[in-house]
């Protein structure tokens, strides 16, 4: 079978340490924490008063949304989504115009968990008070999952799939694989891919009263997030989104497209909650047996591993995952490949996280460095029994490097892993 | 209301979701919401709260159906009004 190989050739992100490209990647570098104190939070006695949201000004908003778009808008997730997407689209030399041609070789596969919380709010007040007639005409394509990809197809024309994924915390890694595959079958030539997640307390809640979010750092929001820190209490809840457009590297060439990273390939697995994997922990073989696969479909070795961007949330699970790292790669020590969390920065962004993390995966890649790991000075003792120290950097590193893993873990016992080359 | 005032406050309501400003600058008695301003038909449901909200009216689904042009959302305001 010849498979078609896959590029990356446009990025776009919204992410709470920086909106658009520019402002994220120099966010990486600084390693800027985009963590702070909601007042909001705090009033609905929640535990965790923190979080990460993105700016986004009004004058940005009318720069993606016309005046009827934004009448009775009320979706954080698919403006973050939007945004990013055609941020991408715009990176990868094209344009986004209402009377575009249609564009059979080109799809979109956006993941969310949710869609349009808050709107689902303000329906629910007014359907219980009698109103339903007044609900007015967006409420269901705000709120239905596949809300984003209605959107943002639109405004793109895109003809090829156009769908929605959804799996939890692995969903932006799953959409990049999913994406992936469709291009190297030769269904589509082009497919822009991402996931997007909703800011605030109807999102975050759930996860506050399952106490998996810290609330020792209500007053210090930026050092709350401490992925595989001793300290490490609990994870940020954060939003946004990431996208990424895939292209068959014959039509990259053929257009003379820039090009980031070459996707290798991956592998999405589910734990299926046996050997110790439950509804919100992972079956430690099944997690290695993802990251295993995923090299091998990649055609690579562990050994050519150079970074992991990992899923590391800050919670009490860190420690297995670099566990089930260094036993899938059967690496450890000061052979282990450099690690890093990019939820150090921005908090855990949900079922944005995956696709934000592979945005920042592949920036790292360009552009050759390890972003720091924030709020880790205090490493783990049980991680640095099985990894030396210098593999998780906390400041920023400078690295010649070919290869990069990311890997997303989700609530549902999910996984998935993706393999990132620099493109030569 | 005079007819003219009327058509004023419609203009005003229907501005935000009109697709043809052409069509919208001539907008008169005989103009067709979504053959002539290129409405999107899911939008004629906001148009109808925004009716009800200026003038204080409520409109129910027959009358809805029946409001497809200036003409005859003008008839059904006046008719209302006066009811």
């Known amino acids: ?424 | 209301m005079t007819k003219d005032e009327l058509i004023e406050k419609l203009k005003g309501i229907i501005a935000p979701y009109i697709q043809d400003e052409a069509a919208f600058a001539n907008l008169n008695e005989d103009t067709d919401f979504v053959k002539d301003l290129k409405i999107n038909s899911a939008n004629l449901v906001d148009i109808i709260l925004d009716i009800e909200d200026e003038f204080d009216i409520r409109l129910e689904n027959e009358d809805m159906e029946k409001m497809l042009d200036v003409k005859s959302a003008m008839a059904i305001v006046n008719a209302k009004l006066e009811a």
Not at chain 1, 228 to 248: K, Y
């Open chain 1, 1 to 424: 079978m010849n498979n078609n190989r896959v590029v990356i050739t446009g990025l776009g992100v919204v992410a709470p340490n920086g909106v658009g490209l520019s402002d994220f990647i120099e966010a990486l570098k600084q390693g800027k924490s985009g963590i702070s104190f909601h007042q909001e939070l705090a009033d609905l006695k929640f535990s965790c008063q923190i979080g990460g949201i993105p700016t986004i000004s009004d004058e940005l908003k009318s720069k993606y949304f016309t005046d009827l778009q934004l009448r009775g808008f009320n979706s954080s997730g698919i403006l973050y989504g939007c945004i990013a997407g055609i941020d991408a689209w715009k990176d990868a030399g094209f344009d986004s115009n209402p009377d575009s041609e249609l564009d059979y070789d080109t799809g979109l596969i956006f993941g969310t968990g949710t869609s349009g919380v808050e709107k689902f709010r303000e329906a629910i007040y007014k359907l219980d008070e009698g109103q339903v007639r007044r609900l007015g005409s967006t409420v269901v394509l705000q709120t239905m999952a596949s809300g984003v990809s209605a959107y943002l197809s639109g405004m793109l024309g895109f003809g090829n799939q156009v769908t929605t994924n959804s799996s939890a915390c692995t969903t932006g890694t799953e959409a990049v694989l999913m994406g992936f595959e469709r291009i190297q079958n030769g269904k589509a030539k082009r497919m822009l891919v991402g996931s997007c997640s909703d800011h605030g307390p109807y999102v975050w809640g759930g996860f506050d009263a399952m106490r998996v979010m810290t609330y020792k750092h209500n007053d210090s929001p930026e050092e709350a997030s401490r992925p595989m820190s001793a300290t490490a209490s609990g994870f940020v809840p954060g939003s946004g989104a990431g996208a990424l457009v895939l292209e068959s590297l014959e039509s990259a060439l053929e257009r003379g497209a820039k090009i980031y990273a070459e996707v290798l390939g991956g592998e999405v697995n589910s734990g299926g909650q046996r050997q110790g994997g439950t509804l919100t922990a992972p079956n430690a073989e099944a997690v290695q047996r993802c990251i295993t696969k995923a090299i091998q479909n990649s055609g690579v070795s562990s050994n050519d591993i150079n970074v992991i961007n990992g899923h590391l949330t800050a919670t009490t699970k860190d420690g297995l995952e670099i566990e089930n790292w260094t036993k899938a790669l059967h690496r450890n020590g000061g052979n282990f490949p450099y690690i890093n969390s990019t939820k150090s920065m921005v908090g855990h962004c949900l079922a944005a996280a995956g696709a934000i993390e592979c945005v920042a995966s592949v920036i790292q890649l360009n552009e050759q460095f390890v972003a720091p790991n924030i709020n880790c000075e205090d490493l783990h003792p049980d991680i640095e029994d099985i990894v030396n120290r210098e593999q998780i950097p906390t400041e920023k590193l400078n690295l010649n490097f070919d290869v990069i893993a990311k890997a997303s873990f989700g609530f549902g016992d999910v996984n998935a892993c993706v393999v990132f080359k620099k493109f030569n």
